[in-house]
């Protein structure tokens, strides 16, 4: 890592839930990529793969990936939304690796609701 982002990385100030640790082997990657590439766009106002790619790579790159160096990777492209982005995707990893399934619960919930919601309409 570069002396910049050695730097950026001590005088940036964190969320606490940064310093629990995410086992990449415990989430469904499959449902992440498709969360992560949607939430990426929607801050973009267009879908940039680049942007999607790296971020995934910074994701599974490692069993135990760092979400403070992805932040700081993250900040030339997504700018001022870089930290509340992040944050979301820590609380999403966190939650997946706690579900067996791998899912994060938000978006099972999103997805039961969805489900009610078609049925209202046939209905």
Do not use: Y
């Amino acid at each position: 890592m570069a002396d910049v982002d050695a730097r950026l990385l001590k005088s940036t100030k964190f969320p606490s839930k940064f310093s629990e640790r995410v086992d990449i082997h415990k989430v469904n990657l499959h449902v992440m990529r498709k969360w992560i590439a949607s939430r990426i766009s929607d801050v973009l106002g267009d879908e940039d793969d680049v942007v999607i790619e790296l971020c995934l790579n910074l994701i599974e790159g490692s069993r135990f990936p760092d979400i403070k160096a992805l932040q700081i990777q993250l900040t030339g492209f997504l700018n001022k939304e870089t930290a509340s982005f992040c944050e979301e995707l820590w609380s999403m990893l966190l939650s997946a690796q706690g579900s067996p399934q791998g899912i994060p619960k938000e978006l099972l919930e999103a997805k039961k609701q969805e489900l009610i919601q078609e049925k209202v309409k046939i209905l």
